[in-house]
């Protein structure tokens, strides 16, 4: 199994940065995708933001491109998450997940450990 603890959430306002982190442990070997999802009340859980942790090969939803960066650091089994030019409509729980295997790179269902959620809240 693998353990996923997010930290960094908060508020902020619009057009600020936020910094999200992810420590990984146990069995993270088994571990080929690291992601970043997020969900506010009444909408699908959305992802944003995933990493191949094998070459740090990066895939961004179309809402976050350009302004969120995903990154890693394998000797520490951590990934990072930097939010910049913070909008209103990024205020959501935010969720690390991994997953063991290839797919649809967005398909929250093919992720199979998944952190407690961090708030980040952007105010206008």
């Known amino acids: 199994q693998v353990q996923l603890v997010e930290s960094g959430g908060g508020s902020v306002q619009a057009g600020g940065s936020l910094r999200l982190s992810c420590a990984a442990s146990g069995s993270t070997y088994s571990v080929k995708f690291l992601g970043w999802f997020r969900q506010t009340p009444g909408k699908e859980r959305e992802g944003v933001a995933v990493i191949r942790t094998g070459d740090s090969t990066t895939f961004y939803a179309d809402s976050v491109k350009g302004r969120f960066t995903i990154s890693q650091d394998n000797t520490q089994n951590t990934v990072y998450l930097q939010m910049n030019s913070l909008k209103p409509e990024d205020t959501a729980k935010y969720y690390c997940?991994?997953?063991?295997?290839?797919?649809?790179?967005?398909?929250?269902?093919?992720?199979?450990?998944w952190g407690q959620g961090i708030l980040v809240t952007v105010s206008s």
């Open positions: 997940a991994s997953r063991s295997r290839g797919g649809f790179i967005f398909r929250s269902a093919e992720f199979e450990y």
